[in-house]
């Protein structure tokens, strides 16, 4: 037992002295890299583009993606700068990439105003996961091994690593040259929905818990005599976004609304593979939602709708298709009532994203809608509860004549229902 307590002093002082270290020398009034690179319209779609490469391998087959050193700079500062104005200079050279980050601090502090680290990742053979091999904070140089171990800790010691089981688990070599990254992975159908889980429950935000403490009202208050309708949910949480949105703010408006649903109506689902909400997130009272009298239906519409609202419509796409023909092997069936469902929510997820003036007049039509019948269209008559056999038998794939004429058919459907008007 003192063993185990003297160890955990030992990472916690270290972790607290590299913190130490970082704002003593780390911390300066002079940026290693020039802030205020302008993200243009076209480096945000090239940017998105690079980090959704990866979609377009289907489960269970092996996808390589190449990207060059402008690829990476683009990449890695389009995902900085959405947390903390940042700048990021990557170099290749010697079987390794290398990471110069500066980042900036509130300008009322006694420190300095950017936070400048560096470090470089190689690997002697491509088939070695990448290691950290140097790290620097200013002007301080340390110990590679003993920064790799700290970050371990952080990661693997916090809801990080469930990031870091998603960026790691599916890769299979990563090959350096002094052009470009080779990166070679294999993604299962389990990994890819475990991406999904994790893209759509972030973590506790002042913001996302004023919607969520608006689900919690409503299901205080819902009579359990009564199905509980996602058109209820997503009411109540799109009038607080209109209340709240500028032009400015609408899509993140309707992102945390459409967050705070899903963590509610797929929150069991979630359990077991991410860090669990606190307290305060969900209610103590729980009831399923529904949509045609159908639970799942409100779980796949949702679900869609926040992984769109988060990477973009052809990760939902794909990750609905995939689920569908998982389902027909070994699971409840392959179903095109749920892959309704999950267009729909593809759908929700898009108007309600694309721009601030769709964001905006998605908020005032959703916060007005009757019921679900506004934004689902009814697909009880469709097909459902199909093995693999049967699938091929009748439908052959999802390339052929017959499957894309239904898929044509639902779409047409849902482009008629009153939202998507």
């Known amino acids: 037992m003192k063993l185990i307590l003297r160890i955990t002093l030992y990472t916690l002082s270290t972790l607290v002295l590299l913190c130490l270290l970082v704002v003593i020398f780390g911390v300066s009034d002079e940026p290693d890299v020039a802030i205020g690179w302008t993200l243009t319209a076209e480096d945000i779609v090239r940017a998105k583009k690079i980090l959704h490469e990866g979609a377009k391998t289907k489960p269970d087959e092996i996808g390589t993606i190449e990207l060059s050193k402008d690829d990476i700079t683009l990449s890695a500062n389009y995902l900085l700068n959405l947390f903390i104005p940042s700048a990021v200079k990557i170099d290749l050279k010697n079987k390794a990439v290398r990471f110069t980050v500066t980042m900036t601090l509130p300008q009322r502090n006694i420190f300095g105003q950017y936070v400048n680290i560096s470090f470089k990742l190689g690997n002697e053979k491509p088939t070695d996961r990448p290691r950290l091999t140097k790290?620097?904070?200013?002007?301080?140089?340390?110990?590679?091994?003993?920064?790799?171990?700290?970050?371990?800790?952080?990661?693997?010691?916090?809801?990080?690593?469930?990031?870091f089981i998603l960026a790691t688990h599916p890769l299979k070599s990563v090959d350096f040259n002094e052009q470009r990254v080779i990166i070679t992975y294999y993604s299962t159908k389990e990994t890819r929905m475990h991406a999904g889980n994790i893209l759509t429950h972030n973590t506790e935000s002042p913001e996302l818990s004023l919607y969520q403490q608006k689900i919690i009202d409503l299901?205080?208050?819902?009579?359990?005599?009564?199905?509980?309708?996602?058109?209820?949910?997503?009411?109540?949480?799109?009038?607080?976004?209109?209340?709240?949105?500028?032009?400015?703010?609408?899509?993140?408006?309707?992102?945390?609304?459409?967050?705070?649903?899903?963590?509610?109506?797929?929150?069991?689902?979630?359990?077991?593979?991410?860090?669990?909400?606190?307290?305060?997130?969900?209610?103590?009272?729980?009831?399923?939602?529904?949509?045609?009298?159908?639970?799942?239906?409100?779980?796949?519409?949702?679900?869609?709708?926040?992984?769109?609202?988060?990477?973009?419509?052809?990760?939902?796409?794909?990750?609905?298709?995939?689920?569908?023909?998982?389902?027909?092997?070994?699971?409840?069936?392959?179903?095109?009532?749920?892959?309704?469902?999950?267009?729909?929510?593809?759908?929700?997820?898009?108007?309600?994203?694309?721009?601030?003036?769709?964001?905006?007049?998605?908020?005032?039509?959703?916060?007005?809608?009757?019921?679900?019948?506004?934004?689902?269209?009814?697909?009880?008559?469709?097909?459902?509860?199909m093995n693999e056999e049967e699938f091929k038998t009748k439908y052959g794939s999802v390339e052929s004549p017959i499957y894309k004429e239904l898929s044509k058919e639902i779409d047409n459907r849902i482009a008629n229902t009153p939202l998507y008007q």
């Open 135 to 163: 790290f620097k904070a200013g002007a301080l140089i340390l110990p590679a091994k003993l920064a790799a171990f700290i970050i371990d800790t952080i990661i693997h010691n916090t809801h990080l690593n469930n990031y």
């Open 219 to 385: 299901v205080n208050q819902h009579d359990p005599a009564w199905r509980l309708s996602l058109a209820e949910l997503l009411k109540t949480t799109f009038q607080l976004a209109l209340e709240r949105s500028s032009a400015e703010t609408a899509i993140k408006e309707n992102k945390l609304a459409i967050m705070a649903v899903n963590n509610y109506v797929n929150q069991k689902e979630a359990k077991g593979f991410l860090t669990p909400p606190t307290a305060n997130s969900i209610s103590n009272k729980y009831y399923p939602a529904f949509l045609y009298k159908r639970a799942d239906l409100a779980q796949h519409f949702i679900g869609s709708a926040v992984i769109t609202a988060s990477t973009g419509g052809e990760v939902a796409k794909v990750m609905g298709e995939e689920k569908e023909l998982s389902d027909a092997n070994g699971g409840s069936g392959f179903s095109f009532i749920d892959l309704t469902a999950d267009k729909a929510g593809t759908k929700f997820g898009e108007i309600t994203t694309s721009s601030p003036e769709n964001a905006l007049k998605a908020q005032k039509a959703i916060a007005d809608i009757k019921d679900y019948t506004d934004f689902m269209p009814d697909p009880r008559d469709l097909p459902e509860h």
